[in-house]
């Protein structure tokens, strides 16, 4: 069974950037498309980009268009969410998330993601 860590999260200003990080042990990353998600302070969580198992095809929710950007590293088995321009609106906990069972594609939905990680932290505030 996969296990999913994230880390990268922390306090930047606005305009910043930073890199989040997504490991996996217990299996080959490269059977599972990713996921990252986010929850921000009194809000549902929402999905914000995703990446196919061989890194062919990405998803970004609108408010990240090119600003993130999704990346993978099957060789070393982790996934990676890089964040620049960061805005206040972007300040929520993300979680790296993986999907198992889509052979193709991935998918902005909870329901399709199995493992999940325990999220890291991000902060955007002046």
């Known amino acids: 069974q996969v296990q999913i860590v994230e880390s990268g999260g922390s306090s930047v200003q606005p305009g910043g950037s930073l890199r989040l990080f997504c490991a996996a042990s217990g299996s080959k990353l490269e059977y599972y498309a990713i996921g990252w998600f986010r929850q921000a302070p009194g809000k549902e969580r929402e999905p914000v980009s995703c990446?196919?198992?061989?890194?062919?095809?990405?998803w970004y929710t609108e408010s990240v268009k090119g600003r993130f950007t999704i990346v993978r590293d099957n060789a070393k088995n982790a996934g990676f969410l890089l964040m620049d321009n960061l805005e206040p609106e972007d300040t929520a906990i993300y979680f790296c998330?993986?999907?198992?069972?889509?052979?193709?594609?991935?998918?902005?939905?909870?329901?399709?993601?199995?493992?999940w990680g325990q999220g890291t932290q991000v902060t955007v505030s002046s």
């Open positions: 990446i196919t198992r061989r890194g062919g095809s990405t």
């Open positions: 998330a993986v999907d198992s069972t889509s052979t193709v594609g991935c998918y902005n939905t909870e329901s399709h993601y199995d493992v």
